[in-house]
Structures are given as structure tokens and as C-alpha cells.
């Protein structure tokens, strides 16, 4: 039974660029949330998505999007990139219907210089 | 973002002793679920609490949700060198809404 599996595990990019982050929820999961972890910080969460449309969003600007595919997996993508932006980007998954608790993939190691 | 209250931020400890931490909210949550990072992996899901009062273990680790369903406390008996990681704490309003997390415990553990 694969877990949560995101790619890739770490991404250097620069101020301006734009970037796309990859995520394939456990199996049997039909729900992705996006979370965003500073360092030292716990995990602040970003949006989620489930039957390919964002449900819920976090305190996020819209330089944060994303999109959830028909075989269930996401992408997170950002615009415009700031120092600020750099951090472990976590994805999670669950199942609508079953209490739909939320596991969690490796993450991706983001870093904008 | 809201954040919710975890303590203690840091604890060093001997093997084989056992550690208490805990969370607090100044709202309520009908889930609390308990995590553990490594450095540099995700959140690993040690124990989820779905009821106000509920007291739930998982080895040598117990947790508990707290009547007021402001906050919930972790226990783990007879520590290992394993046991190091950040422990994090997460609240959760209703199913499938977003986890609100805490800013966790750093456990080091002195063999």
C-alpha cells in the first residue's frame, strides 16, 4: 500500500521564477491538502482540493495554485517567487466519508535565493 | 495563521524516562491528532483522538482529548533513542477541514 509520494524532494530556484510541486495521495485517498512549513514552525496550510476543484484555502495570496488530477493526484504551483517562499511544502492526503484523517508525504525541500 | 499553544518548546531527557507534553487552544476542536517529524521528512501520524474525554495508546505512547476540547496531552513511558523528533500537535474542526498545528516539541533524548 503506497503512502503520500511528492516530487521532487528538493528544488532551487530563484527570486521571480515559478515552480511546480507534485504530490500522488495514499491509495484509496480521493482528498489533497497543501501545507506550507517554515523553519521551526508547524505546518501552515495553503489549500485542498477534492474532485479536481480548491474547497478550502489557507491565508494564501493567489501567487499559490494548484490542481488535483482525475486519478486523484495534485499540483501545487507558485508564481512569482520570494525569499520568503522558501520552505518544506507538505502534502497530505485522506478520504472523504471515513474520518478522513490526513497523512502526510516526505515533502518538498523549496529554496529561493 | 492561528497556531495553537505547545508545550514545553524543547525538553532533554534521560532513556528510559517518560515525557509529558501538551496543547492548548482558545478555541474548540473535535479532533485532536498527534504527529511526529524527523528532520528533513513529513509528519508522521502517531495517534488521532476523535472524542472529548477519549484517552487512546499506541505502545508506549497515550493520548488524551481533553473534556473542554481545548487541548489535548501526549505521553510517552520509558523513552528510547528513537523517540527523538519534533512532536507536533494538530487540531481539526470537522472532517476533512483544515489541520491547525502547533509549533511543536523538540525532543533529545540522553542515552
Known amino acids: 500500500d503506497a503512502g503520500v509520494t511528492q516530487s521532487p524532494t528538493h528544488l532551487i530556484k530563484t527570486r521571480g521564477q515559478q515552480v511546480t510541486l507534485r504530490c500522488s495521495p495514499k491509495?484509496?485517498?480521493?482528498?489533497v491538502s497543501w501545507y506550507q512549513q517554515a523553519l521551526g514552525q508547524g505546518p501552515q496550510f495553503i489549500f485542498q482540493?477534492?474532485?479536481?476543484?480548491?474547497?478550502q484555502r489557507g491565508n494564501f495570496p493567489d501567487r499559490f495554485s494548484g490542481h488535483q488530477f482525475p486519478n486523484y493526484s495534485s499540483e501545487l504551483n507558485v508564481n512569482a517567487l520570494l525569499l520568503g517562499d522558501s520552505a518544506l511544502y507538505l502534502c497530505a492526503s485522506s478520504r472523504v466519508g471515513y474520518r478522513e484523517t490526513q497523512y502526510f508525504g516526505p515533502g518538498t525541500r523549496l529554496l529561493v535565493l | 495563521g492561528q497556531q495553537l499553544n505547545q508545550s514545553p518548546q524543547s525538553m532533554f531527557i534521560q532513556e528510559g524516562e517518560d515525557v509529558s507534553m501538551n496543547c492548548t487552544s482558545s478555541s474548540i476542536f473535535n479532533t485532536w491528532l498527534w504527529y511526529k517529524q524527523d528532520p528533513g521528512e513529513g509528519p508522521v501520524l502517531l495517534i488521532a483522538?476523535?472524542?472529548?474525554?477519549e484517552l487512546t495508546s499506541n505502545g508506549r505512547l497515550t493520548a488524551q482529548f481533553g473534556i473542554t476540547r481545548k487541548d489535548s496531552f501526549l505521553n510517552i513511558s520509558a523513552s528510547i533513542p528513537s523517540d527523538v523528533g519534533i512532536y507536533f500537535c494538530a487540531g481539526q474542526l470537522a472532517g476533512n477541514t483544515p489541520l491547525v498545528f502547533g509549533k511543536g516539541t523538540r525532543l533529545s533524548v540522553i542515552a
Open positions: 482540493y477534492y474532485e479536481e476543484e480548491e474547497r
Open positions: 483522538l476523535y472524542k472529548a474525554g
Open positions: 491509495s484509496g485517498h480521493d482528498t
